[in-house]
């Protein structure tokens, strides 16, 4: 490169002074080779202390200082920050590949920059880097709401009408928990549950063979925990929207951070439930509530509806334990792979109902006194003894009673509540049987 002017150069010849640059550059009053690191930090216009120059020059005027008596001055090396350590150029199309496509990425100098280095100095099959524009077309987005929510909701998936669904499900907390019970199915550490029934739970995550398509989205799910994580505080920094973070109104923008389609449609899944088999272990419904999924079951063959059935079975599962903070017991895990097997029934004989089966289910438990008895005392356990010993406790505490001896007293308590509980029963059945 070429100076234009003796000023330029002693400018030039001070910086390399001041700083630790790549290489020393004796003034020779002609063309130089520079390093393209050194200059594009000298033209970056570096600040520097008016003390530093007085120190340097030893009190004289650059303007009146010659390039002989700025040679023999001191170098205070003062360091340079390195360059950036990736290639924009390359990064630059990678990141913003997600939301936009590219139409053009490169260098772009400025008319009125190009003018003023041109009066400066001439390079020689070289530009110096000044900026880097990049022109995008916005994607349009993977996915809407509606057409998902209407796929969703036609798909005889869906357990619950979305206007009926639980506030805390439609969050990211409730997604995460989901997915994190489902890595636990998969590692085999959910606590109280047989290994019978683990096994039988694990077939779809370990085998391609017993796998529905739509679980394939959920293990890719799994893999994105962690991206889950963070784009929650994106989406709500601080929780400034709130301690949950919504999942559904925040759906689209999933798509623009690499999520498929499918992975959305198994998050709506998630919220709303896959299959009723949730809300019937609730106690909300009853077993015909599991028709739509039959219905799509009898459209598959014989392998991959049980394979859709496996699934539904799985992800009732990890929803209804991620809803619960104090897990299931055996008779729930018991009455959970009796309604796949109840599925099962429906879906591989033709010739079977819902009212058949549930017909022939009541006369096996000898009669609908025996089923109401068995579902009442179901829910009446699911928690609210302990519920209610929580409450009685520090009434007896004050009685100076040991945890032992009050545990004693509400369990008699409760057995005399046992007995009006089975008067309620017998109410139910003559209500039902006289309607």
Known sequence: MTFKTVQEEKHFQLFTHIFKTRRKYPPRGKSLQVNAFDFQKYLSGLYVEQEVLDRLLEQRDLEGASLEEIKPLAYLNYPLQDEVSYDQQKVWPKLLSTYFHEIFLKPLIPDAVR?????????????????????????????????????????????????????????????????????????????????????RLKQPLENKKRRYAGLNDVLKLMSKRARLEKIKSYLNPDNMEGGKTR?????????????????????????????????????????????????????????????????????????????????????????????????????????MDWDRLMDEEISAMGGIHHMIVRKIRGALEDGRRYARFLGALPGFLRRRMSLDEAWAIFHERMAHRGRNFLTMAEAAVFAMCNA
């Open 115 to 199: 003018e003023e280095w041109r009066r400066r100095f001439t390079t020689v099959g070289y530009s110096p880097d000044y900026m880097l524009i990049y022109l995008g077309q916005k994607k349009p987005l993977g996915a809407s709401l509606p057409a998902l929510k209407n796929d969703v909701m036609e798909s005889r998936l869906a357990g619950c009408p979305l206007t009926l669904t639980a506030e805390y499900r439609d969050s990211f907390d409730y997604l995460i928990r989901t997915l994190d019970v489902l890595k636990q199915i998969r590692s085999g550490s959910i606590s109280n549950l047989p290994d019978i029934f683990m096994e």
């Open 247 to 351: 999942v559904l109104k925040n759906l689209e923008t999933l798509s623009l951070f690499g999520f498929s389609y499918g992975e959305l449609r198994e998050i709506f899944l998630t919220v709303v439930g896959h299959t009723a088999m949730g809300r019937i272990l609730a106690g909300k419904m009853n077993k015909k509530a599991l028709k739509p999924v039959s219905d799509l079951g009898r459209t598959h063959d014989t392998q991959q509806a049980l394979n859709l059935l496996r699934y539904a079975r799985l992800m009732s599962m990890a929803e209804t334990l991620a809803s619960r903070r104090t897990g299931m017991g055996q008779e729930q895990f018991a009455e959970l792979f009796d309604l796949y097997e109840s599925m099962v029934k429906v879906v591989t004989n033709r010739d």
